[in-house]
C-alpha cells in the first residue's frame, strides 16, 4: 500500500504540474468529459498505455514519457467539435460520417496549435495518431519516417484500448485477443 501511495503521490505531483502549466488546456481536456464521457476515459487509458509502451521502448526519460503521456491524454481532444450522436453511434458510420469523423485529428491539432505550453511533439501525436507507416492513414497520409515515433506509440495505445473497451456497437476483447487482431494487422 505504501508503494501505492508513493506512486499515486507523484501521479497527482504530475496532474498538479500540468493543470498548473496551462489551465486553458485542462478546462479543454473536462470539457471532452462532459461531451463523451467515453472518449475522456479512452484518452486517459491511452495515456497509461502510452507512458507504459514508451517507457519499454525508450527507457525512463522523464520528459519523453511526459510528451507520451499528455500526447496519449490529449490524443482525441479533436473529438470536441465532433457531433457525440456521431462518435457513439451504434453501428457502422456511412462514408459522410466517416469523413466528418475522420476530421478529429485536425480539429485537436487546431485547438492546440496556438497554446505555447503544449510542445510541438505533443500537437503531433494528436495531429498524427492516425497515420500509418504505409501511407494509408489520415489526416495527412504520411509514410513511416515522417510519422513522429511517439504518435506510433499513440497509435498502437489507441488502437489496444478501442479493441478492449465495449462500446455502443462492440464488445470488448480481452488483452490477448486485442493482441492477436493487432499483430494481423501489422
Known amino acids: ?4 501511495a508513493k506512486e499515486s503521490e507523484g501521479l497527482v505531483e504530475d496532474m498538479v504540474e500540468f493543470i498548473s502549466g496551462d489551465l486553458n488546456a485542462a478546462t479543454t481536456l473536462m470539457k471532452l468529459s462532459s461531451h463523451d464521457y467515453y472518449t475522456y476515459n479512452h484518452s486517459v487509458n491511452v495515456s497509461v ?3 507504459a509502451i514508451s517507457k519499454c521502448i525508450f527507457g525512463n526519460d522523464k520528459n519523453l514519457l511526459i510528451t507520451a503521456g499528455l500526447g496519449g491524454l490529449l490524443h482525441d ?3 470536441r467539435k465532433v457531433d457525440s450522436t456521431l462518435i457513439n453511434k451504434p453501428g ?11 476530421k478529429h485529428p485536425g480539429y485537436g491539432y487546431q485547438l492546440l496549435e496556438d497554446v505555447p505550453t503544449i510542445s510541438i ?8 495518431h492516425h497515420e500509418h507507416i504505409d501511407g494509408t492513414g489520415y489526416p495527412q497520409g504520411l ?3 515522417q510519422i513522429l515515433k511517439l504518435s506510433k506509440v499513440a497509435s498502437i495505445a489507441d488502437v489496444f484500448d478501442a479493441l478492449t473497451t465495449k462500446r455502443s456497437y462492440k464488445e470488448a476483447c480481452s488483452a490477448q485477443e486485442a493482441l492477436n487482431i493487432m499483430a494481423g494487422m501489422a
Open 1 to 4: 500500500v505504501a508503494s501505492i
Open 49 to 51: 498505455y502510452s507512458i
Open 77 to 79: 481532444l479533436g473529438k
Open 92 to 102: 457502422k458510420l456511412d462514408a459522410e460520417e466517416w469523413i466528418e469523423m475522420k
Open 121 to 128: 511533439d505533443i500537437k503531433r501525436i494528436v495531429h498524427e
Open 143 to 145: 509514410t513511416d519516417k
